[in-house]
């Protein structure tokens, strides 16, 4: 079992301040505040992937090409963040999504390529 897992509600608040810092780094304006982030973590709209250095939220959305992960936010230790990949992705194809996809800066695309990600359109894309 991979050690990180979906954080459960009941520690969302524990781990959500320990995190905060490396995600709100990542947060633009644009794509919501703290209040509407936290509101969809609660809620069980967005999920907290919350490692040791590194932490990622994802929503599960369908659009008109099918189901698929988006990744929102990551912050903290780039390794761990690359070693969280995995685990998210079995995640994703358990809950039925078809791809990632990600929204964020250029150098993702750097990164990323090298695990199957391209970018299309605005964003990097990976079938799973």
Excluded: F
């Amino acid at each position: 079992m991979s050690p990180w897992l979906a954080v459960a509600r009941r520690s969302l608040v524990k781990d959500w301040v320990r995190c905060r810092s490396w995600l709100l780094a990542a947060l633009e304006p644009a794509c919501g505040d703290e209040a509407s982030l936290l509101a969809d973590l609660a809620s069980g709209r967005a999920h907290l992937w919350a490692g040791k250095a590194a932490a990622l939220v994802t929503q599960c959305v369908v659009d008109d090409r099918g189901a698929c992960l988006h990744v929102w936010l990551a912050g903290g230790d780039l390794d761990e963040i690359l070693a969280m990949r995995p685990g998210v992705e079995a995640w994703a194809r358990g809950r039925g999504c078809e791809r990632v996809t990600i929204n964020g800066r250029r150098g993702w695309t750097r990164v990323l390529g090298r695990y199957g990600y391209a970018r299309v359109g605005g964003e990097l894309e990976r079938r799973l």
